[in-house]
């Protein structure tokens, strides 16, 4: 989806005001996408993308960990069971909202702020990780933890959103 009208403000409600219920919804528009499928189908983990200790404490819960749950039970091949890992990653430190951020703010702003658990890196090794986040705009979430992936052992990492900004916008 274009993150605009209608779906900004649903992502809103998911994101911020304390609507986790929309990950259902959510997974099912997504899984409509046959790319979806074929990445679900393909990787050896899926990972969501992690929020800082402060984040998760203020909502009570991470958007895209959600997220993630709800493709997996919603995911066309119920036999296939995921390889989640809720814990794969972990953010180091607290930096500023990437809301008000330029692009290249927000590029500098990520770097190194992702590393992989400790406890998890032995199942990176060779591994084709899904990353699972609710939005992307300028792609510096999405690239500053796929290199944390990366350095842990990955081989490949692919990206999985809900919505994207549009690439004029």
């Not at 998911?14 to 409509?32: N, V």
């Not at 899904?130 to 081989?155: I, P, R």
Request: some cysteine.
């Amino acid at each position: 989806m274009d993150y605009a009208y209608p779906w900004d403000e649903l992502i809103a409600r998911f994101k911020f005001r304390g609507e986790p219920g929309w990950a259902g919804p959510m997974a099912t528009l997504l899984l409509k996408t046959p790319a979806a499928v074929g990445l679900l189908q393909t990787c050896n983990l899926v990972v969501p993308v992690p929020l800082t200790p402060t984040r998760l404490a203020r909502r009570g819960y991470n958007q895209s960990w959600e997220l993630v749950k709800a493709l997996c039970r919603a995911a066309p091949d119920t036999s296939n069971h995921y390889n989640v890992l809720s814990d794969a990653l972990v953010r180091l430190g607290e930096v500023p909202d990437q809301h008000s951020l330029t692009r290249e703010q927000r590029m500098r702003n990520l770097q190194g702020v992702f590393a992989a658990h400790p406890l998890r890196t032995v199942q990176f090794n060779g591994a084709h990780v899904l990353l699972v986040d609710d939005v992307t705009t300028t792609g510096a979430t999405l690239h500053s933890a796929a290199q944390a992936l990366l350095k842990a052992g990955a081989q490949q990492v692919s990206a999985l959103v809900f919505a994207r900004t549009a690439p004029d916008g």
